[in-house]
């Protein structure tokens, strides 16, 4: 197996007495899918703001591509090719797919916003996603359905050429129909060889479109095994505690 | 990379561009269309029931009562697109033009006076800004409060009942001279080149990156509406509208600085970072932050420019009575807010463009000029500019539930 994009071990985080992380171990894989499950409360947000740079661990090693880094801000987290799509997408409702994908980025020539040039790169990320429902890059973001705007805010990841994507919660707010469209585009998005990581209820879209899950439970990383090796009975069993994994690893 | 075609809606012949305008409207980005429409129907209206409605003098009057209100109006879209207020714009500018006179009653120079007018207005829109965006006041309170003191403050500095006469002759001349006939057509000729040299420069981009363009008849037809408009315009202005011996005619100072104004305003929110990040932080602002937009800058210079707009309404003000007053700036501030409303411009923030505020001034001024020109009294005039504030707003309303109802 080659290096994974992200490797955690042995990540501590408190809230004041409160342990949320003990020592959780985590990789994610260039080109793969990677399910985080666990209950509410296992500490999932927890281990993803410390990867965005939201919220830094209290201690242990993230290794970025095989070199040791330390994630402190968003800023930094962007820089490394870190990109975290939040499940309420931070869009603006008023501003067209091409705005919102530049959006704090805007490219500049002659003194002016150079539309033509964020057009075309918008487009391109879009094109390379395979996007079909997207009808126009200038649509404002008002007119969009759910599912085609968790698109747009997964091309803005495209654009920013992250290694790492996290989603949270992608379709936990869609239709089967953009349900399925938006699990299409992960796919895709980790066959381009990014690195994806899934924060899911859903252990049905779990199993269709992960290749390794991974399974948190009260700050513990207790189970992390490839999907093909593994069924729902058993996820479910890691995710409740009922069940543990017998000291293996993917 | 892939055959996925995603078209930017730029491309088709003209039919289909008009076809898919006509889609937009429909689906409820109406834009400045109510207003403009309110403006034919008012207009009109006048124009059959007064006989005066329609002379050249009257014409030329209405676009000098309209240029402090627009301007004001043009002032409050930087704020209102944040979805924020500024109810002491226009007290604001009477504080500015009080120090304005009494720097020049000290002997200043006029114009080290009114570069410190706008100073003084600048620093006032900084000191709201630093309130809303940094200590986190609702910008209502703060202005409100504003509006309230700086009231008493332009008493406290121009006395009870103050009005002082303004002897600079360049200041009068901005709302009581006129280009000569030259000037008018050589203004009109200016703004022409410049809208259609920003139209050719964005065609131009975007053949660099082989990106679609629209049918270039399109271009010459935005042209010639500008042309035939903007001809008229020039051409009754510059004819003899003297009632008198003495002939008046030309295009009053005001309208070329109003409009440059507008012009460059637009450029600024279209065109550059600053622009967008204001719609964006309108729109939302979490999403904004999260961007990396420094929400609390957008918000302080939106202010800061609010507030030197305004004073530029209140130097118009000036210029008109050829005088400061002690009250300027209570009740104008009101009807800017009602204008912009009116153009277009959603209070909730993000949506709507200067040249709304500027048309929603019109429509508001043309109702007070014709009913005044109708003889009746001044309660009437309230009474139907608050329908029309009304009907705007319920247009507006109506128009975005269905718009929001047509997604895939």
Redesign the interface.
């Known amino acids: 197996m080659d290096v994974p994009v992200i490797e955690l071990s042995g990540v501590l985080k408190s809230f004041g007495p409160v342990d949320v992380l003990k020592g959780v171990d985590f990789k994610a894989y260039g080109g793969k899918v990677t399910a985080l499950v666990g209950d509410n409360g296992a500490g999932k947000s927890t281990l993803i703001k410390g990867l965005s740079g939201v919220q830094p661990y209290d201690a242990g090693v993230v290794k970025f591509d095989g070199e040791v880094v330390h994630v402190h801000s968003?800023?930094q987290a962007?820089h490394l090719g870190i990109e975290v799509v939040?499940q309420?997408?931070?869009?603006?409702?008023?501003?067209d797919i091409v705005?919102n994908m530049f959006?704090?980025?805007?490219e500049?020539?002659?003194?002016?916003?150079?539309?033509?040039?964020m057009?075309?790169q918008a487009?391109?990320a879009?094109?390379?996603l395979?996007?079909?429902t997207?009808?126009?890059?200038?649509?404002?973001v008002?007119?969009?359905?759910g599912g085609?705007r968790q698109t747009v805010a997964i091309a803005r990841s495209v654009l920013r050429k992250a290694k790492l994507v996290i989603l949270d919660e992608p379709t936990a707010a869609l239709g089967v129909a953009q349900t399925e469209q938006v699990l299409n585009l992960v796919r895709r998005l980790a066959d381009s060889g990014v690195a994806v990581v899934i924060i899911s209820h859903n252990l049905g879209d779990v199993f269709k479109v992960c290749d390794y899950i991974s399974v948190l439970y009260l700050g513990k990383m207790v189970a992390s095994v490839k999907t093909s090796e593994t069924t729902q009975a058993d996820v479910v069993g890691y995710i409740t505690g009922t069940k543990s994994m017998d000291g293996a690893a993917a | 990379m892939s055959d996925v075609k995603i078209s930017s809606g730029h491309e088709g012949n003209v039919r289909e561009q008009v076809t898919a305008y006509f889609q937009r409207i429909k689906n409820g980005e109406m834009g400045a269309l109510p207003a403009v429409g309110a403006l034919v129907v008012v207009g009109a209206m006048f124009s059959i029931l007064s006989p005066f409605f329609l002379t050249k003098l009257n014409f030329a009057n209405l676009f000098v009562q309209a240029a402090e209100l627009t301007m004001l109006a043009v002032a409050l879209v930087f704020v209102i697109l944040l979805g924020e207020i500024d109810l002491s714009a226009g007290v604001t500018a009477g504080v500015a033009m009080a120090a304005f006179f009494l720097l020049m009653q000290g002997g200043t120079n006029w114009i080290v006076a009114l570069i410190v007018a706008f100073v003084v207005g600048g620093a006032i829109g900084a000191l709201i800004g630093f309130f809303v965006a940094r200590i986190g006041v609702p910008s209502f309170v703060v202005t409100l409060g504003l509006f309230l003191g700086f009231q008493g403050l332009q008493l406290v500095m121009l006395g009870e009942g103050g009005i002082f006469r303004i002897d600079v002759p360049e200041i009068k001349a901005i709302m009581n001279d006129n280009l000569p006939t030259w000037g008018g057509w050589a203004f009109l000729a200016l703004m022409l080149v410049l809208s259609a040299a920003v139209s050719l420069w964005d065609r131009a981009r975007r053949a660099r990156h082989d990106l679609s363009n629209r049918p270039i008849e399109l271009l010459y037809a935005k042209l010639a509406v500008f042309a035939i408009l903007g001809g008229v315009t020039v051409y009754l202005l510059n004819e003899n509208r003297s009632q008198g011996v003495i002939s008046i005619s030309g295009v009053p100072i005001v309208i070329p600085i109003a409009v440059l104004i507008l012009f460059i305003g637009t450029l600024v929110l279209d065109r550059t970072q600053f622009g967008r990040h204001l719609y964006a932080v309108g729109g939302n602002a979490e999403a904004a932050r999260r961007a990396g937009i420094k929400v609390a800058n957008i918000r302080i210079t939106a202010f800061i420019i609010c507030s030197m707009l305004a004073v530029v309404s209140g130097l118009f003000h000036v210029s008109r009575l050829g005088a400061v007053e002690a009250t300027a700036g209570r009740q104008i501030v009101l009807n800017g807010v009602a204008a912009a409303v009116v153009g277009g411009v959603s209070l909730f923030g993000g949506r709507g463009r200067l040249v709304h505020a500027a048309i929603g001034a019109f429509v508001i001024v043309m109702i007070e000029n014709g009913l005044g020109l109708l003889e009746f009294p001044a309660g009437v005039n309230l009474v139907v500019t608050g329908s029309v504030l009304i009907l705007a707003a319920t247009i507006d309303a109506l128009s975005r539930k269905r718009g929001n109802g047509v997604r895939s």
């Open positions: 968003p800023r962007g939040y309420d997408l931070a869009l603006c409702e008023n501003l705005q959006l704090g980025r805007e500049i020539t002659e003194l002016t916003l150079d539309e033509a040039s057009e075309l487009t391109k879009l094109q390379s395979s996007v079909r997207v009808k126009s890059v200038r649509q404002k008002s007119s969009l359905s085609q």
